[in-house]
Protein backbone atom coordinates (compact mmCIF):
# COMPACT_ATOMS: atom_id res chain seq x y z
CA UNK A 1 0.00 0.00 0.00
CA UNK A 2 1.05 3.05 -0.87
CA UNK A 3 1.84 6.24 0.79
CA UNK A 4 -0.85 8.95 -0.57
CA UNK A 5 -0.61 12.74 0.42
CA UNK A 6 -3.34 14.88 -0.97
CA UNK A 7 -3.93 18.50 -0.77
CA UNK A 8 -2.41 18.57 2.90
CA UNK A 9 -2.35 21.93 5.25
CA UNK A 10 -0.36 21.83 8.12
CA UNK A 11 0.72 24.48 11.00
CA UNK A 12 3.13 24.91 13.40
CA UNK A 13 2.55 26.36 17.01
CA UNK A 14 -1.02 27.18 15.27
CA UNK A 15 0.19 29.09 12.44
CA UNK A 16 -0.04 27.79 8.78
CA UNK A 17 3.04 27.00 7.28
CA UNK A 18 2.20 24.67 4.38
CA UNK A 19 -1.09 24.08 2.11
CA UNK A 20 -1.75 22.32 -0.37
CA UNK A 21 1.42 19.67 -0.57
CA UNK A 22 0.40 16.21 -2.44
CA UNK A 23 2.49 13.61 -3.57
CA UNK A 24 2.50 9.76 -3.62
CA UNK A 25 5.36 7.38 -2.07
CA UNK A 26 4.64 3.94 -4.21
CA UNK A 27 5.93 0.66 -2.59
CA UNK A 28 9.80 0.13 -3.41
CA UNK A 29 10.50 4.04 -3.57
CA UNK A 30 11.50 7.12 -1.93
CA UNK A 31 10.97 10.59 -1.41
CA UNK A 32 13.50 13.05 -0.71
CA UNK A 33 12.18 16.38 1.18
CA UNK A 34 14.11 19.93 0.77
CA UNK A 35 13.40 23.14 1.83
CA UNK A 36 15.03 25.75 3.35
CA UNK A 37 15.19 26.00 7.25
CA UNK A 38 11.49 26.82 8.77
CA UNK A 39 9.90 25.73 5.86
CA UNK A 40 7.82 23.38 7.51
CA UNK A 41 9.56 20.05 7.29
CA UNK A 42 9.43 18.61 10.61
CA UNK A 43 5.86 19.89 10.58
CA UNK A 44 4.88 17.41 7.84
CA UNK A 45 6.58 14.88 8.88
CA UNK A 46 5.32 14.83 12.42
CA UNK A 47 1.77 15.20 10.34
CA UNK A 48 2.26 12.42 8.41
CA UNK A 49 3.10 10.44 11.47
CA UNK A 50 0.44 11.26 13.10
CA UNK A 51 1.68 13.03 15.77
CA UNK A 52 -0.69 16.04 14.86
CA UNK A 53 -3.85 16.16 12.68
CA UNK A 54 -3.30 18.27 9.33
CA UNK A 55 -5.54 21.48 8.89
CA UNK A 56 -6.68 20.53 6.08
CA UNK A 57 -6.30 17.31 3.43
CA UNK A 58 -5.77 13.58 3.64
CA UNK A 59 -2.96 11.23 4.44
CA UNK A 60 -3.91 7.58 3.41
CA UNK A 61 -1.83 4.68 4.25
CA UNK A 62 -0.30 5.94 7.09
CA UNK A 63 -2.22 4.13 9.77
CA UNK A 64 0.09 1.57 11.81
CA UNK A 65 2.76 1.65 9.09
CA UNK A 66 4.84 4.61 10.02
CA UNK A 67 7.96 4.36 11.96
CA UNK A 68 9.35 7.56 12.71
CA UNK A 69 12.41 8.75 13.33
CA UNK A 70 12.71 12.02 14.70
CA UNK A 71 15.62 14.67 16.19
CA UNK A 72 15.49 12.92 19.23
CA UNK A 73 16.36 9.47 19.37
CA UNK A 74 14.55 7.89 22.24
CA UNK A 75 17.36 6.59 23.86
CA UNK A 76 17.77 5.75 27.65
CA UNK A 77 21.55 6.99 28.85
CA UNK A 78 21.32 4.02 31.53
CA UNK A 79 20.68 1.41 29.55
CA UNK A 80 23.00 -0.64 27.26
CA UNK A 81 22.34 -0.57 23.21
CA UNK A 82 21.15 -4.22 23.72
CA UNK A 83 18.33 -3.04 26.04
CA UNK A 84 17.75 0.02 24.22
CA UNK A 85 16.88 -1.69 20.74
CA UNK A 86 15.61 -4.51 22.42
CA UNK A 87 12.96 -2.70 24.10
CA UNK A 88 11.73 -1.17 20.90
CA UNK A 89 11.99 -3.94 18.80
CA UNK A 90 9.11 -5.40 21.91
CA UNK A 91 7.20 -2.35 21.98
CA UNK A 92 6.59 -3.03 18.10
CA UNK A 93 6.10 -6.86 18.82
CA UNK A 94 9.44 -8.01 17.03
CA UNK A 95 12.06 -9.43 18.36
CA UNK A 96 15.09 -10.44 15.76
CA UNK A 97 18.00 -7.56 16.41
CA UNK A 98 20.47 -8.82 15.51
CA UNK A 99 20.11 -8.06 11.89
CA UNK A 100 19.79 -3.81 12.37
CA UNK A 101 23.05 -4.36 15.30
CA UNK A 102 24.88 -5.85 12.06
CA UNK A 103 23.81 -3.31 9.43
CA UNK A 104 25.00 0.33 11.85
CA UNK A 105 28.05 -1.82 12.66
CA UNK A 106 26.72 -1.91 16.36
CA UNK A 107 27.90 -5.26 17.58
CA UNK A 108 31.21 -4.28 18.93
CA UNK A 109 28.91 -1.59 21.16
CA UNK A 110 26.56 -3.67 22.18
CA UNK A 111 26.83 -3.77 25.91
CA UNK A 112 28.00 -0.47 26.01
CA UNK A 113 25.61 1.49 27.83
CA UNK A 114 23.64 4.46 25.77
CA UNK A 115 24.73 7.22 27.71
CA UNK A 116 28.43 6.84 26.51
CA UNK A 117 28.05 6.72 22.89
CA UNK A 118 29.41 9.52 21.03
CA UNK A 119 26.69 11.96 18.97
CA UNK A 120 27.43 9.74 15.53
CA UNK A 121 26.73 6.47 17.27
CA UNK A 122 23.78 7.38 18.81
CA UNK A 123 22.47 8.36 16.10
CA UNK A 124 23.45 5.40 14.53
CA UNK A 125 21.73 3.62 17.63
CA UNK A 126 18.63 5.67 16.63
CA UNK A 127 18.58 4.36 13.31
CA UNK A 128 18.97 0.95 14.09
CA UNK A 129 15.76 1.43 16.02
CA UNK A 130 13.67 1.74 12.22
CA UNK A 131 14.65 -1.72 11.58
CA UNK A 132 13.52 -2.95 14.40
CA UNK A 133 10.11 -2.24 14.08
CA UNK A 134 9.17 -4.21 10.98
CA UNK A 135 7.16 -1.16 9.73
CA UNK A 136 6.92 -0.62 5.94
CA UNK A 137 7.36 3.23 5.48
CA UNK A 138 10.51 5.09 7.18
CA UNK A 139 9.86 8.78 8.24
CA UNK A 140 12.92 10.21 8.92
CA UNK A 141 13.81 13.85 9.77
CA UNK A 142 17.61 15.17 9.07
CA UNK A 143 18.81 11.03 9.77
CA UNK A 144 22.10 12.14 8.69
CA UNK A 145 22.99 14.60 11.81
CA UNK A 146 26.24 13.88 13.11
CA UNK A 147 26.73 11.20 10.97
CA UNK A 148 30.08 10.62 9.28
CA UNK A 149 30.71 9.72 5.60
CA UNK A 150 31.26 6.12 6.40
CA UNK A 151 28.15 6.18 8.93
CA UNK A 152 26.07 7.86 5.85
CA UNK A 153 26.75 5.02 3.94
CA UNK A 154 25.73 2.48 6.30
CA UNK A 155 22.35 4.33 6.45
CA UNK A 156 22.10 4.17 2.70
CA UNK A 157 22.68 1.07 2.09
CA UNK A 158 19.88 0.05 5.06
CA UNK A 159 17.39 2.47 3.02
CA UNK A 160 18.49 0.86 -0.05
CA UNK A 161 17.61 -2.84 1.44
CA UNK A 162 14.74 -1.70 3.28
CA UNK A 163 13.36 -0.55 -0.25
CA UNK A 164 14.14 -3.41 -2.02
CA UNK A 165 12.19 -5.71 0.09
CA UNK A 166 9.20 -3.31 -0.86
CA UNK A 167 9.83 -0.64 2.10
CA UNK A 168 9.28 3.29 1.64
CA UNK A 169 11.24 6.30 2.87
CA UNK A 170 10.30 9.53 3.37
CA UNK A 171 13.70 11.73 4.05
CA UNK A 172 14.01 15.10 4.94
CA UNK A 173 17.74 15.55 4.51
CA UNK A 174 19.97 18.40 3.44
CA UNK A 175 23.16 16.28 2.13
CA UNK A 176 23.45 13.86 -0.92
CA UNK A 177 22.44 10.14 0.25
CA UNK A 178 23.65 8.30 -3.02
CA UNK A 179 19.61 7.14 -3.66
CA UNK A 180 18.37 6.51 -6.37
CA UNK A 181 14.75 8.88 -5.48
CA UNK A 182 12.74 11.10 -6.85
CA UNK A 183 12.96 14.67 -4.65
CA UNK A 184 9.85 17.00 -3.48
CA UNK A 185 10.64 20.53 -2.81
CA UNK A 186 8.10 21.65 0.01
CA UNK A 187 9.40 25.58 -0.45
CA UNK A 188 6.05 26.59 -3.34
CA UNK A 189 3.62 25.10 -0.82
CA UNK A 190 4.45 28.01 1.93
CA UNK A 191 0.80 29.08 3.18
CA UNK A 192 -0.03 32.53 3.08
CA UNK A 193 0.67 34.62 6.32
CA UNK A 194 -2.62 35.69 6.29
CA UNK A 195 -4.55 32.32 6.43
CA UNK A 196 -4.97 31.49 9.76
CA UNK A 197 -7.97 28.94 9.50
CA UNK A 198 -8.31 26.27 11.92
CA UNK A 199 -5.96 27.70 14.19
CA UNK A 200 -8.25 29.22 16.42
CA UNK A 201 -8.65 26.45 19.23
CA UNK A 202 -4.63 26.58 19.72
CA UNK A 203 -5.48 30.04 21.75
CA UNK A 204 -7.20 27.41 24.33
CA UNK A 205 -4.73 24.98 24.59
CA UNK B 1 3.48 -3.58 28.05
CA UNK B 2 5.80 -5.61 29.58
CA UNK B 3 8.65 -4.23 27.73
CA UNK B 4 7.51 -1.05 29.20
CA UNK B 5 6.92 -1.89 32.49
CA UNK B 6 10.51 -3.91 32.81
CA UNK B 7 12.08 -1.26 30.60
CA UNK B 8 10.67 1.73 33.42
CA UNK B 9 11.47 -0.67 36.54
CA UNK B 10 15.19 -1.21 34.89
CA UNK B 11 15.26 2.45 35.06
CA UNK B 12 14.48 3.42 37.96
CA UNK B 13 16.97 0.73 40.11
CA UNK B 14 19.88 1.62 37.76
CA UNK B 15 21.74 4.82 38.38
CA UNK B 16 19.51 8.22 39.07
CA UNK B 17 17.21 6.42 38.25
CA UNK B 18 14.88 7.68 41.28
CA UNK B 19 14.42 4.78 43.56
CA UNK B 20 14.18 5.23 46.92
CA UNK B 21 14.05 9.01 46.57
CA UNK B 22 10.68 9.29 47.91
CA UNK B 23 11.33 6.70 50.15
CA UNK B 24 13.62 8.67 51.79
CA UNK B 25 11.70 11.77 51.56
CA UNK B 26 9.01 10.34 53.57
CA UNK B 27 11.32 8.86 55.82
CA UNK B 28 12.87 12.37 56.85
CA UNK B 29 9.56 14.57 56.84
CA UNK B 30 8.05 11.98 59.25
CA UNK B 31 11.13 12.05 61.37
CA UNK B 32 10.88 15.47 61.42
CA UNK B 33 7.30 16.00 62.82
CA UNK B 34 8.32 14.66 66.57
CA UNK B 35 11.30 16.94 66.44
CA UNK B 36 9.00 20.03 65.75
CA UNK B 37 6.14 18.77 68.00
CA UNK B 38 7.95 17.92 70.76
CA UNK B 39 8.19 15.01 73.39
CA UNK B 40 4.19 14.76 73.50
CA UNK B 41 2.98 11.60 73.06
CA UNK B 42 0.02 11.60 73.04
CA UNK B 43 -0.77 14.40 70.52
CA UNK B 44 1.36 12.46 67.93
CA UNK B 45 -0.41 9.60 68.47
CA UNK B 46 -3.21 11.76 67.64
CA UNK B 47 -1.61 12.81 64.88
CA UNK B 48 0.36 9.87 63.48
CA UNK B 49 -2.54 8.82 60.79
CA UNK B 50 -2.63 13.10 59.14
CA UNK B 51 1.48 12.90 59.29
CA UNK B 52 1.78 9.63 57.66
CA UNK B 53 -0.96 9.98 54.44
CA UNK B 54 0.37 13.95 54.42
CA UNK B 55 4.23 12.57 53.87
CA UNK B 56 3.16 10.07 51.38
CA UNK B 57 1.00 12.49 49.42
CA UNK B 58 3.62 14.42 49.38
CA UNK B 59 6.82 11.66 48.74
CA UNK B 60 4.67 11.06 45.97
CA UNK B 61 4.44 14.44 44.23
CA UNK B 62 8.11 14.74 44.78
CA UNK B 63 8.94 11.66 42.22
CA UNK B 64 6.22 13.15 39.31
CA UNK B 65 8.17 15.31 37.64
CA UNK B 66 10.46 12.39 36.25
CA UNK B 67 7.58 10.62 35.27
CA UNK B 68 7.01 11.68 31.60
CA UNK B 69 9.45 14.59 31.82
CA UNK B 70 12.52 12.65 30.75
CA UNK B 71 10.53 10.51 28.36
CA UNK B 72 9.75 14.01 26.73
CA UNK B 73 13.14 15.15 26.52
CA UNK B 74 14.90 12.30 24.59
CA UNK B 75 11.82 11.66 22.76
CA UNK B 76 10.69 8.43 24.03
CA UNK B 77 7.29 10.21 23.78
CA UNK B 78 6.96 10.90 20.27
CA UNK B 79 8.02 7.50 19.31
CA UNK B 80 5.65 5.62 22.31
CA UNK B 81 2.91 7.90 20.15
CA UNK B 82 3.52 6.53 16.80
CA UNK B 83 4.00 2.92 18.52
CA UNK B 84 1.13 0.04 17.91
CA UNK B 85 0.59 0.07 21.64
CA UNK B 86 -2.07 2.78 22.52
CA UNK B 87 -0.85 5.95 24.68
CA UNK B 88 -3.64 5.11 27.44
CA UNK B 89 -2.44 1.45 28.09
CA UNK B 90 1.31 3.19 27.68
CA UNK B 91 0.61 5.92 30.62
CA UNK B 92 -1.51 2.88 32.23
CA UNK B 93 1.98 1.17 32.41
CA UNK B 94 3.95 3.95 33.43
CA UNK B 95 1.33 4.99 36.38
CA UNK B 96 2.15 1.31 37.45
CA UNK B 97 5.74 1.32 37.77
CA UNK B 98 5.50 4.85 39.26
CA UNK B 99 3.36 3.01 41.79
CA UNK B 100 5.70 0.39 42.32
CA UNK B 101 8.79 2.00 42.51
CA UNK B 102 7.08 5.14 44.99
CA UNK B 103 3.56 3.99 46.44
CA UNK B 104 4.42 0.20 47.38
CA UNK B 105 7.75 1.08 49.02
CA UNK B 106 6.13 3.72 51.10
CA UNK B 107 2.81 1.26 52.23
CA UNK B 108 6.11 -1.00 53.48
CA UNK B 109 7.64 1.58 55.45
CA UNK B 110 4.63 3.49 56.98
CA UNK B 111 4.42 0.78 59.96
CA UNK B 112 8.19 1.42 60.72
CA UNK B 113 7.52 5.31 61.17
CA UNK B 114 3.96 4.50 62.76
CA UNK B 115 6.19 3.46 65.60
CA UNK B 116 7.97 6.42 65.97
CA UNK B 117 5.18 8.93 65.60
CA UNK B 118 3.64 6.38 68.64
CA UNK B 119 0.68 5.15 66.40
CA UNK B 120 -1.61 3.32 68.44
CA UNK B 121 -1.13 -0.16 67.98
CA UNK B 122 -4.72 -1.09 66.42
CA UNK B 123 -4.56 1.82 64.29
CA UNK B 124 -1.03 -0.07 62.10
CA UNK B 125 -3.51 -2.34 59.71
CA UNK B 126 -5.52 0.34 58.57
CA UNK B 127 -2.96 2.62 58.17
CA UNK B 128 -1.16 0.04 55.99
CA UNK B 129 -4.68 -0.96 54.45
CA UNK B 130 -5.65 2.87 53.46
CA UNK B 131 -1.99 3.76 51.89
CA UNK B 132 -2.10 0.16 49.96
CA UNK B 133 -6.07 1.41 48.15
CA UNK B 134 -5.12 5.16 48.39
CA UNK B 135 -1.48 5.27 46.91
CA UNK B 136 -2.18 3.97 43.73
CA UNK B 137 -5.13 6.78 42.76
CA UNK B 138 -1.87 9.08 43.93
CA UNK B 139 -0.03 7.71 40.94
CA UNK B 140 -2.77 7.56 38.26
CA UNK B 141 -3.81 10.88 38.98
CA UNK B 142 -0.22 12.11 39.36
CA UNK B 143 0.62 10.82 35.72
CA UNK B 144 -2.14 13.59 34.68
CA UNK B 145 -0.61 15.98 35.93
CA UNK B 146 2.90 14.78 34.77
CA UNK B 147 0.84 14.69 30.71
CA UNK B 148 -0.45 18.18 31.31
CA UNK B 149 2.69 19.85 32.68
CA UNK B 150 5.22 17.40 30.44
CA UNK B 151 6.24 20.19 27.92
CA UNK B 152 6.78 23.12 30.12
CA UNK B 153 10.19 23.89 31.13
CA UNK B 154 10.47 23.69 34.74
CA UNK B 155 6.99 22.66 35.03
CA UNK B 156 7.17 21.10 38.49
CA UNK B 157 5.58 23.64 40.64
CA UNK B 158 3.02 24.36 38.38
CA UNK B 159 1.84 20.14 38.43
CA UNK B 160 2.03 20.77 41.97
CA UNK B 161 -0.17 23.16 42.61
CA UNK B 162 -2.66 21.45 39.55
CA UNK B 163 -1.91 18.14 40.83
CA UNK B 164 -2.57 18.41 45.39
CA UNK B 165 -6.65 19.78 44.94
CA UNK B 166 -6.76 16.76 43.10
CA UNK B 167 -5.37 14.32 45.62
CA UNK B 168 -7.98 16.08 48.33
CA UNK B 169 -10.80 13.19 48.14
CA UNK B 170 -8.07 10.16 48.13
CA UNK B 171 -6.34 12.50 51.80
CA UNK B 172 -9.89 12.68 52.91
CA UNK B 173 -10.71 9.30 53.09
CA UNK B 174 -7.52 7.86 53.07
CA UNK B 175 -6.82 9.61 56.28
CA UNK B 176 -9.93 9.00 58.06
CA UNK B 177 -9.87 5.56 57.77
CA UNK B 178 -6.27 5.33 59.28
CA UNK B 179 -7.75 7.95 62.37
CA UNK B 180 -10.61 5.95 62.71
CA UNK B 181 -8.82 2.64 62.79
CA UNK B 182 -6.28 4.26 65.17
CA UNK B 183 -8.89 5.24 67.98
CA UNK B 184 -10.63 1.76 67.51
CA UNK B 185 -13.35 2.93 65.85
CA UNK B 186 -14.50 0.85 62.70
CA UNK B 187 -12.58 2.90 59.17
CA UNK B 188 -14.61 -0.02 56.65
CA UNK B 189 -16.92 2.91 55.33
CA UNK B 190 -14.07 5.53 54.48
CA UNK B 191 -11.88 2.73 53.44
CA UNK B 192 -14.76 1.65 50.86
CA UNK B 193 -15.02 5.01 49.54
CA UNK B 194 -11.17 4.99 49.23
CA UNK B 195 -11.17 1.87 47.36
CA UNK B 196 -14.05 3.08 44.74
CA UNK B 197 -12.07 6.60 43.94
CA UNK B 198 -9.02 4.64 43.54
CA UNK B 199 -10.69 2.25 41.26
CA UNK B 200 -12.83 5.10 39.19
CA UNK B 201 -9.25 6.80 38.64
CA UNK B 202 -7.61 3.80 37.48
CA UNK B 203 -10.50 3.02 35.33
CA UNK B 204 -10.92 6.97 33.73
CA UNK B 205 -7.71 8.78 34.30
CA UNK B 206 -5.79 7.04 31.48
CA UNK B 207 -7.66 8.61 28.90
CA UNK B 208 -7.96 12.00 30.33
CA UNK B 209 -4.02 11.91 30.59
CA UNK B 210 -3.58 10.59 26.91
CA UNK B 211 -5.83 13.33 25.56
CA UNK B 212 -3.57 16.03 27.59
CA UNK B 213 0.00 14.13 26.25
CA UNK B 214 -1.41 13.94 22.16
CA UNK B 215 -2.28 18.09 22.92
CA UNK B 216 1.32 18.69 24.19
CA UNK B 217 2.70 16.54 21.55
CA UNK B 218 1.45 18.37 18.56
Same mark, same amino acid.
Given at each position: ????????????????????????????????????????????????????????????????????????????????????????????????????????????????????????????????????????????????????????????????????????????????????????????????????????????? | ??????????????????????????????????? =??????? #???? %? @??? &? /?????? $? *?????????????????????????????????????? =??????? #???? %? @??? &? /?????? $? *???????????????????????????????????????????????????????????????????????????????????????????????????
Amino acid at each position: MALCIQGVAVARGGVPVLSGVSFTVAPGTALILRGPNGAGKTTLLRTIAGLQPPLSGRIDGAEETIAYAGHADGLKAMLSVTENLTFWAQVFGQSDIDAALAAYQLDPLADRLAGTLSAGQKRRLGLARLMVTGRPIWVLDEPTVSLDAQAVAMFAQAVTAHLAAGGMALIATHIDLGLNAETFDITPYRAQPEQRSGASDEAFL | MIALLRRDLMLAFRAGGGFGLGLAFFLIVTVLVPF =SVGPQSD #LLST %I @APG &V /LWLGAL $L *ACLLSLDRLLALDFEDGTLDLLATAPLPLEAALSIKAL =SHWLTTG #LPLV %I @AAP &V /LGVMLN $L *APAGFIWVIASLALGTPALSVIGTFGAALTVGIKRGGLLMSLLVLPLYVPTLIFGAEAARRGAIGLDGTTPLILLAGITLGTIALMPFASAAVLRMTLR
